[in-house]
Nanobody, 124 residues
Framework: QVHVVEPGGGSAQAGWSLRLSCVVSGFTGSTYSRAWPRQAPGKAREGVAGIDSDGSTLTADSVRGRFRISADRSKNTIYLQMDNLKPDDTARYYC??????????????????WGQGTQVTVSS
């Protein structure tokens, strides 16, 4: 069984940086995918960034150049480095994981294993 744990988000002012982390364990195979979707108040949930077991990544246009996803295989952890934060980045950020790989890393329906979500608040 895949376990997804997100330790916590945080608050920041516009222009600041935050880094989210997520520990994913329990994969039975050698190929898997992980992603960071987010949901802002009153908006639909959207995929932000994804990374597969080969290290291939995909980042949404809305955050490309400011957000970067990475993974530390030895720690079963993925990270979302968020730079130059904007108030529009305020959202609940989720960590999602699934066995197997997909070309559509940001497709939320692909993922069956989700963390509880962590709140990120950016003030102007």
């Amino acid at each position: 069984q895949v376990h997804v744990v997100e330790p916590g988000g945080g608050s920041a002012q516009a222009g600041w940086s935050l880094r989210l982390s997520c520990v994913v364990s329990g994969f039975t195979g050698s190929t898997y995918s992980r992603a960071w979707p987010r949901q802002a108040p009153g908006k639909a949930r959207e995929g932000v960034a994804g990374i597969d077991s080969d290290g291939s990544t995909l980042t949404a246009d809305s955050v490309r150049g400011r957000f970067r996803i990475s993974a530390d295989r030895s720690k079963n952890t993925i990270y979302l480095q968020m730079d130059n934060l904007k108030p529009d980045d305020t959202a609940r950020y989720y960590c999602a994981a699934e066995e197997g790989v997909t070309f559509m890393l940001l497709r939320q329906s692909f993922y069956q294993n989700w963390g509880q979500g962590t709140q990120v608040t950016v003030s102007s």
